[in-house]
């Protein structure tokens, strides 16, 4: 089977056609060598692939004759990945999250005309 079809069939990919680009990006190794979409899968292989920022790992058991539901597809493969790559996932995700709190942008209206009003408040000199 091919890998494109392979990565589509165990759910690693929502669609073949995405499958089929992360291969011609070099995102897909089989045997530590970077895989076309059209390189064969064979049972005992392993594939590194790279997704959402993370390198996940597993090995080939057996080959689907089609696009398999979620519970089975452990049949058809074995996760290797490392649990580093989802905790650096999880860092990631708080880094975000420091740098910009959601509704912190551009200042409303409303803020705007606080603002001004703010600065605008006449001094004792003025006066």
Known sequence: MRVDKFLWCVRY??????ATTACKKGHVRINNEVAKPSREVYPQD??????NQINYKFTVNDIP???????LVDIYRTDKTPKEQFEGQELLKYAKDYYRKKGTGRP????????DD????PFENDI
Do not use: C, F, P, Q
């Open 13 to 18: 990919y929502k669609t073949r056609s995405l």
């Open 46 to 51: 392993t594939i590194e692939v790279r997704k």
């Open 118 to 121: 703010y600065t605008d408040e």
């Open 108 to 115: 409303t209206k409303k803020d705007r005309r606080d603002i």
């Open 65 to 71: 004759a089609n696009r398999v539901g979620a519970k």
